[in-house]
Structure formats: C-alpha cells, structure tokens
C-alpha cells in the first residue's frame, strides 16, 4: 500500500515541472478547447459549420505549436479539454480546474464573432498560483472570416501572449 501511495505522490510531482537538460524547469500548460463566442443575432449566425472546422483547426494549429515548443510542456488534454466552466463566466474556476490538471499554466482562446466581417481573437494566459492577474493577454481584431484571416490573427496573438509561434 506505501508502495501506491509512494507512486501516486511521485506521478503528482513528476507531472508538475520538468526539468530540462540544463536544470531549468519547463511549466506545464494545459490547452482547453478554444470557445467561439457568438454575438450576432441567431437569425444572422449563416455559416456555424465553417465557424466548428475553423475552431477546431485553430485549436488543433495551437496545440502543435504549443506542444513543439521548448517554452512549455504541454499536457494531454484528451480527456479534459472541455473544462466544466467557461472562462468568461469564472476566471478563478478555471484556474482552479488547471491547478487540479496539475497545470502551471492555462492558455484560454476564445474568437468573438460579430458578423462575417468583425471577430476578435482573444487569449489568456494564466498563471494558476496567481489566477487574480493574467500572466499575458490579448485580442487582435480580423476583418474577414476565412481560414488565412483567424490563422494569422492567432499566430500573432500565441507570439504576443505565449512567446510561440504557429507551425507554417
């Protein structure tokens, strides 16, 4: 039984930090999925499917990015990448969720959607033992709802917040 239980503290702590070959340590960075917030009117919402690919590749084009830097090591979110709270409606929630994660770090992304025309990209990264105050931050406004539009404006915004760069 402190056989487990000696395993279990160990497994906890390993998955904290990780130390690099010249003894600095790497935080962990847990992804959530990104969030399309929509602020056009129902009746104006046309194309909610090229909005889901176009949060999926984003989030999919964050994850590698992130997961190829040296920065950060990312955790494996498979089984959590949608936290049970929204981090517009709970900040402190969702670095409580990423502490529990076992995370240093959360990055949360989320496209403001006005119409065709007009979104916002937005990110937040937070250190979870100080969630009061983001660590980075920032949006960037698009003009134009297209895959190249969101990808550049996201590959700014990771550079600006993160310090990494979206893979070419």
Known sequence: MYGIV???VFALLASLAVATADGATVPSLLL??????????PDQRYDQREDAARVAMLGAQLRRALAASPRY??????????PPYRYLDCKACMADWARRQGADFVLV????????????????????AHPDRPAAGGSIDLRG??????????????????????PP
Request: glycine share 4%; charged share 20%; net charge negative.
């Open 32 to 41: 959530p999925a990104v969030e399309l917030v929509e602020l056009a009117p």
């Open 145 to 166: 709802d297209t895959d190249a539009t969101w990808l550049a404006g996201a590959s700014q915004l990771l550079e600006r917040t993160a310090g990494v760069s979206l």
């Open 73 to 82: 090591r990312l955790l494996d979110a498979t089984a959590m990448a949608r």
């Open 109 to 128: 992304t989320w496209v403001q959607k006005e119409s065709r025309l007009i979104l916002m990209i937005n990110m937040a990264l937070i250190d979870v």
């Open 6 to 8: 000696a395993l279990v």
